[in-house]
């Protein structure tokens, strides 16, 4: 499945471009770059959201012009996420006028009521990248990730509590490092499905 | 009805891309900003993908979602994963299932000690049982009989401690008891001394009745001048035609070489006075005569003064005494 957009290399974003957002996010390097994946994976999911087919790439450039602006206009009174929010609205507009919107391809175009219910063998491929991708993470982080999402029959509130406070942390905090996990977790998997399909081709 | 953007049914609609396009404004500047809001889109949309993956959504969530997710292939991606993360881990559950059944087995076949111990030979049971009960036979007597031996000794230690308290107060008592009789032996041993100094007196001047020389006699010791003015007034008796009062004043401890012995009216006027009155020294006390002229004595209360002079001629009032005079 072959999936193009014109929001190619047009305005990459810069190490120095880079620094300069990270800095306005905030003044420990890492808490910025924290802040910054979590800016990312924000934008990526408002296009989701939004119903573009291709979230990350508009994310990447609705960064690269986040950074831009910063670099032009030193005295920004909005807050960075609202002023992503604002060329994000912007470079999706953007998408939906691109001719180049009309290259996807046909298979991606699939009918909205064909409800995949038969396994297919990319399914079988994504549970073995899931088990592998489980194995690299710590064992903390993997026993959030079992407890916390088992089928919502037997998961009852009070099993995330009592996680919640083996762990620590509030049942909100829970969430959120679970929600992280998981984000973290697709990704790998994600890649490790891309990498052995490309091997399997 | 007014809707709230943070209701599960709003975000599902935003999901779904149902709602205007105010709406969904709305609701991105407010999860874009606060970071709670933007958990709960997250968390609604992760419920949706699991219970999809797992079969359980409403028919009609599921037509919905099917209408928006799976014409996505982003959203497929998602749907993808959450199968495989439903699938794991439900077998995880299985196996820890399996395991737990099977540690439950095994615990309670290392727990059936009792049935093994059934499995043992008859005569061995009996010896092992009436070991056990005799054991805990003397184990029982053992601590009962430490209990009593302990609750004994304290009672001694207790009524010990009480009979040494007694005899504390005891022994404090009768050390105030010495103190007290050693005053007054020491009161009644200068009595003594002025008394037979009072009979040596009368012995060496002697007395005779009707004679132009008749004398009476007072003696008196240094330390009653001394006193705090408390004790009873003496009692001079003259008897009729006695023209001297000798009287003797004991010095049992002294630091003047000379004294001077004053009469006094009761209101305080002077009447007689002797000075450079030179102690006499005894075996038993040193002592001084003065000789009053009855003339110059009243009836009823009269006072004498005595005082030490020093070598340097310095006068120090030593106490007075006051004499109840009758005459007869």
């Known amino acids: 499945m072959k999936e193009t957009t014109s929001f190619g290399k047009e305005r990459e974003l810069t190490p120095e471009d880079l620094k300069r957002l990270l800095t306005r996010l905030a003044p420990d390097p890492e808490v910025a770059g924290g802040k910054y994946e979590e800016l990312r994976r924000q934008l990526i999911k ?40 604002g060329i994000a609205r912007f470079v999706f507009l ?62 009852k509130i009070d099993d995330r509590r009592l996680l919640a406070a083996k762990l620590g942390i509030s049942p909100n905090g829970l969430f959120s490092r679970a929600r992280r996990i998981r984000d973290k977790l697709e990704q790998c998997v994600s890649r490790c499905v891309k990498r052995k399909s490309k091997g399997a081709a | 009805m007014e809707q709230t953007y943070s209701s599960e049914d709003l975000i599902k609609q935003y999901l779904f891309g149902e709602l205007s396009a105010a709406e969904q404004i709305a609701l991105e500047d407010e999860y874009f900003i606060d ?121 001694q230690l207790a009524a ?17 008891q010495i103190v007290v009789l050693e005053a007054q032996s020491r009161q009644l041993a200068e009595e003594s001394e002025r008394l037979k100094a009072q009979l040596q007196t009368m012995k060496e001047t002697g007395s005779s009745s009707g004679s132009g020389s008749a004398r009476a006699f007072l003696a008196l010791s240094i330390n009653e001048f001394r006193g705090s003015g408390d004790q009873e007034p003496r009692t001079l008796i003259i008897p009729r035609g006695a023209e001297e009062v000798r009287l003797r004043l004991d010095l049992p401890e002294h630091e003047f070489s000379t004294f001077q012995l004053q009469l006094l ?46 070598a340097t001629g310095e006068v120090e009032i030593l106490g007075k005494v006051v004499i109840k005079v009758r005459r007869q």
């Open chain 1, 46 to 85: 408002f296009f989701e959201w939004r119903g573009s087919f291709f979230p990350d790439e508009l994310a990447d450039e609705t960064i690269n012009r986040l950074a831009q602006k910063i670099k032009e206009d030193k005295e920004i009174k909005k807050g960075i996420n609202a002023l992503a929010l």
């Open chain 1, 94 to 155: 953007e998408s939906l006028k691109r001719p180049d919107r009309r290259r996807v391809e046909m298979e991606v175009l699939t009918d909205v009521a064909a409800p995949p219910e038969q396994r297919d063998e990319d399914d079988d491929l994504w549970l073995a990248c899931l088990k592998e991708c489980l194995r690299s993470i710590t064992d903390e982080n993997r026993e959030i990730i079992l407890e916390y999402y088992q089928d919502e029959r037997r998961a």
């Open chain 2, 35 to 155: 970071q709670a809001k933007y958990d709960q889109l997250r968390k609604v949309e992760e419920e949706l993908l699991d219970r999809y993956a797992r079969g359980s959504l409403s028919a009609t969530d599921r037509e919905r979602f099917e209408r928006c997710y799976l014409a996505n292939p982003a959203r497929r991606r998602h749907l993808k994963f959450a199968r495989a993360l439903a699938q794991v881990i439900d077998e995880e559950s299985a196996t820890r299932a399996a395991t737990w059944s099977e540690q439950i087995v095994g615990h309670r076949r290392e727990l059936s000690w009792w049935s093994q111990f059934a499995g043992w030979p008859r005569g061995l049971r009996f010896a092992l049982s009436l070991a056990a009960a005799i054991a805990v036979l003397v184990i029982g007597f053992g601590g009962a009989w430490l209990i009593l031996e302990t609750s004994r000794l304290r009672a």
């Open chain 2, 160 to 176: 010990a401690q009480l009979e040494s308290a007694r005899q504390q107060q005891r022994v404090e008592a009768q050390t105030q």
């Open chain 2, 265 to 310: 009216t009761a209101d305080g006027r002077e009447v007689y006075t002797r000075k450079d009155l030179r102690p006499q020294a005894t075996r038993a006390v040193d002592y001084v005569i003065v000789d009053l002229p009855v003339y110059k004595i009243a009836s009823g209360d009269n006072v004498i003064a005595v005082s030490g002079i020093s």
